[in-house]
């Protein structure tokens, strides 16, 4: 998966078709078309080279 950062905006590029299925799952979970949309929350900690992954909470 690409991520590019620019300013406030972070772009995730899918870079195989699994990648592509979970970004689309991710969409649909953040993104509610009849409701508010919820929020990505880190938690914890991600350094480089330490840390395997960075995780995030989904948030009302």
Same mark, same amino acid.
């Given at each position: 998966m690409k991520i590019a950062i620019n300013l406030n905006l972070v772009e995730f590029t899918p870079e195989n078709e699994q990648e592509e299925k *979970?970004? *689309? $799952?991710v969409?649909?979970?953040v993104v509610d078309? @009849? !409701?508010a949309n919820q929020k990505l929350v880190p938690v914890? $900690?991600? @350094?480089p080279g330490k840390s395997e992954f960075? !995780?995030?909470a989904i948030e009302d």
């Open positions: *979970d970004l *689309d $799952e969409w649909k979970v078309c @009849v !409701r914890g $900690e991600y @350094v960075a !995780r995030f």
